[in-house]
């Protein structure tokens, strides 16, 4: 069993990346963290597709420049 620990501030919405499978919004880089262990949204444990995971990476990409 893996444990993730999420954070839940306010983020403005260049940092915001959601799991579009069930809709739960996440911190970019906390949830790329948790999706490289297992592709399931850290809340509820949907299955997220591999189309998600990389527009995580692409918001993460996109936000660092």
């Known amino acids: ?6 954070d ?3 983020f ?10 069930c809709g739960h919004n996440y911190h970019a880089l906390c949830v790329a963290s948790a ?5 399931l ?3 509820c444990r949907t299955a997220v ?6 527009e995580v990476v692409a918001e993460i ?5």
């Open 1 to 6: 069993i893996v444990f993730f620990t999420l």
């Open 8 to 10: 839940f501030f306010v």
């Open 12 to 21: 403005s919405s260049r940092q915001i990346s959601f799991a579009k499978e």
């Open 35 to 39: 999706f490289q262990i297992q592709q």
């Open 41 to 43: 949204c850290p809340l």
């Open 49 to 54: 597709s591999d189309g998600t995971c990389m």
């Open 61 to 65: 990409n996109s936000s660092s420049g």
